[in-house]
């Protein structure tokens, strides 16, 4: 599962666990971004995002941590990292989850075509978010969309399965936007995030300045 997770919330941990039990997963990693190209490169340093995950999973067994784009001075590239794993795991069905907006621009990504040779692709309907894939995209969509996880489970990777998550409205940048304004943020992260981003100084007005 892909994401900046600066920081991860609930909405990602809901995502996640739904993802994992409703594909039946042997282990779900979350693996941040280390230096986007797609966006400004305004993320909070890669220490405290790895941190705070490890704190949010510590206590849900089969969700880890793949900290590889984070230990790369490189820009961070899903076709790369999706390389490294399909040579560590070789014979395994793989999914990889992002969410619809991500996957609306997933014919920008670099050698999106080729991802389909490793991954299968688990789209996560998000609120407020429809399926706008341009021409592209769309014409992978038509011969690779499968509706259900079991069509998945026949190969090890080229499919596109969209699977709908229950409504769950929470952003990283509306906890970035309610730290910064000195409001609680306990309905939106794990207490563990909360202190963390607490005793660290996190999203405060004089940090982002």
């Not at 509706?147 to 489970?153: F, I, N, T």
Request: charged share 20%; aromatic share 8%.
């Amino acid at each position: 599962m892909g994401g900046m997770f600066d920081p991860v919330h609930n909405g990602h941990l809901n995502i996640a666990l739904g993802t994992q039990q409703r594909l039946q997963l042997d282990r779900l990693a979350l693996l941040p971004c280390g230096m986007p190209v797609h966006r400004a490169n305004n993320l909070t340093p890669a220490v405290h995002r790895l941190a705070m995950l490890h704190l949010a999973l510590q206590d849900y067994a089969g969700l880890v941590v793949d900290d590889r784009e984070c230990l790369e001075p490189a820009p961070s590239y899903a076709f790369n990292s999706l390389q490294a794993i399909r040579r560590e795991n070789p014979d395994a069905v793989l999914y990889y989850l992002l969410g619809q907006d991500a996957f609306n621009k997933f014919q920008t990504w670099y050698h999106w075509r080729e991802i389909f040779g490793l991954t299968h692709i688990v789209v996560a309907a998000r609120p407020g978010t429809t399926a706008e894939p341009g021409a592209e995209l769309s014409g992978e969509l038509r011969t690779r969309k499968v509706e259900s996880a079991e069509e998945m489970k026949q190969s090890t990777c080229g499919k596109i399965f969209t699977l709908e998550m229950p409504k769950l409205d929470i952003s990283s940048t509306m906890v970035r936007e309610r730290v910064s304004r000195h409001e609680s943020i306990d309905d939106l992260v794990p207490t563990s995030v909360a202190d963390y981003i607490e005793t660290n100084g996190l999203y405060t007005a004089e940090k982002n300045a």
